[in-house]
């Protein structure tokens, strides 16, 4: 199966990616391409390469062999200009940081600011913009680590709209998250895409995927199956990937 890719270059371009945790294989000769303006979901159980694959993307874990290109730019470059934002699941970040919700969205500013790195009112009018655009804006001044777990997932979300990145990373952002939370995230994202960026999550919540997802990758160290929603998530597929016998929504 393959994506219905737009005739721009890709978003996300991997070819024959492997990377290696000492003798273990956590993404095997992995290759697949997102197109522009989508929103892709990465599927697959605990373990499976998708934290992973997210950590290579945003140079966090180098890889032991393969290309990636993000916007049709090597991926450093893409970093460097600001157009890659990463929502990391909850648990890789130190909530206990004393940090605000605006220092936190405000460091997606970081490549817009001047030699002197101070905020302009460019900048402070960005924040307030993707904060009111979250919901978050009466937490403006709250310390992240005093806010709900979904309140904290919106920030990172505000953070990448801050950021202007033209393609955003999720991992398990529904991972811990109240319904009001998750549906005002799903609404930005769907926002997101329709003003052209691309958006790229993963997921254990197979039951959101149809009605978020333009397209699905299905990834067991290697990409079991990518394309469109419905054909990704057909039962013969699925059991391919989370076996006959498991529930994948409790993977």
């Not at 605990?46 to 049709?72: E, H």
């Not at 997606?108 to 960005?126: F, K």
């Not at 033209?166 to 005002?184: H, I, N, T, Y």
């Not at 059991?239 to 016998?245: E, V």
Request: aromatic share 4%; net charge neutral.
């Amino acid at each position: 199966m393959s994506g219905d890719n737009t005739a721009a270059a890709p978003a996300v371009q991997v070819a024959d990616l492997t990377v290696r945790y000492g003798s273990t294989r956590a993404l095997d000769h992995v290759s697949l391409q997102v197109g522009t303006t989508r929103i892709c979901g990465l599927l697959g159980v605990n373990g499976s390469g998708k934290s992973t694959l997210f950590k290579t993307l945003t140079g966090l874990v180098r890889a032991d062999s393969g290309s990636i290109r993000l916007l049709d730019r090597e991926p450093r470059r893409a970093r460097k200009d600001g157009l890659i934002a990463y929502v990391p699941q909850s648990e890789a970040v130190d909530w206990t940081f004393p940090v605000t919700v605006t220092e936190v969205v405000m460091m997606g500013r970081y490549g817009h600011l001047g030699p002197t790195r101070s905020p302009r009112r460019a900048d402070r009018d960005a924040v307030a913009a993707a904060l009111e655009r979250v919901g978050l804006a009466e937490q403006a001044h709250a310390s992240i680590g005093a806010l709900s777990g979904g309140q904290r997932k919106r920030a990172f979300v505000a953070r990448g709209i801050a950021q202007q990145a033209r393609l955003v990373l999720l991992d398990e952002p529904f991972a811990g998250v109240d319904k009001r939370s998750e549906a005002m995230i799903s609404g930005v994202l769907r926002e997101l895409r329709d003003e052209g960026r691309t958006v790229v999550i993963s997921t254990h919540d197979l039951a959101s995927v149809p009605a978020l997802c333009d397209e699905a990758v299905l990834l067991h160290q290697r990409v079991v199956a990518h394309g469109p929603v419905d054909e990704v998530l057909a039962p013969e597929v699925l059991a391919r990937t989370f076996g006959a016998d498991s529930d994948p929504e409790a993977a």
